[in-house]
Nanobody, 119 residues
Framework: QVQLVESGGGLVQAGGSLRLSCAAS????????MGWFRQAPGKEREFVAG????????NYIDSVKGRFTISRDNAQNTVYLQMNSLKPEDTAVYYC????????????WGQGTQVTVSS
């Protein structure tokens, strides 16, 4: 079982930056691939960024490439999402999620943190 708690959301002007954090409770955090997802009002939840359990692979949705960076600190059981050059269309509730090392889907989810970008 993995409990995930996001923080770092808030209100920011377009062009600004935020860093989201996701703290995990599991002592086997390093064996999970981690991802960030978001859900805007009236839209389906979408994948934003992911990082492998081995930290040797990251991937991003096209709309955030070059602006967002996912990273993790396995010693601190934490995954981060650095968001720069934010746009109003980035406004959403952001969720972190954990996928077991040999799993095919994200199994554990946080409660989400709101990010609002004003124009």
């Amino acid at each position: 079982q993995v409990q995930l708690v996001e923080s770092g959301g808030g209100l920011v002007q377009a062009g600004g930056s935020l860093r989201l954090s996701c703290a995990a409770s599991s002592r086997t955090f390093s064996s999970y691939s981690m991802g960030w997802f978001r859900q805007a009002p009236g839209k389906e939840r979408e994948f934003v960024a992911g990082i492998s359990w081995s930290i040797d692979s990251t991937n991003y949705i096209d709309s955030v490439k070059g602006r967002f960076t996912i990273s993790r600190d396995n010693a601190q059981n934490t995954v981060y999402l650095q968001m720069n050059s934010l746009k109003p269309e980035d406004t959403a509730v952001y969720y972190c999620a954990a996928k077991p090392r040999f799993g095919t889907r994200y199994t554990y989810w946080g409660q989400g943190t709101q990010v609002t970008v004003s124009s």
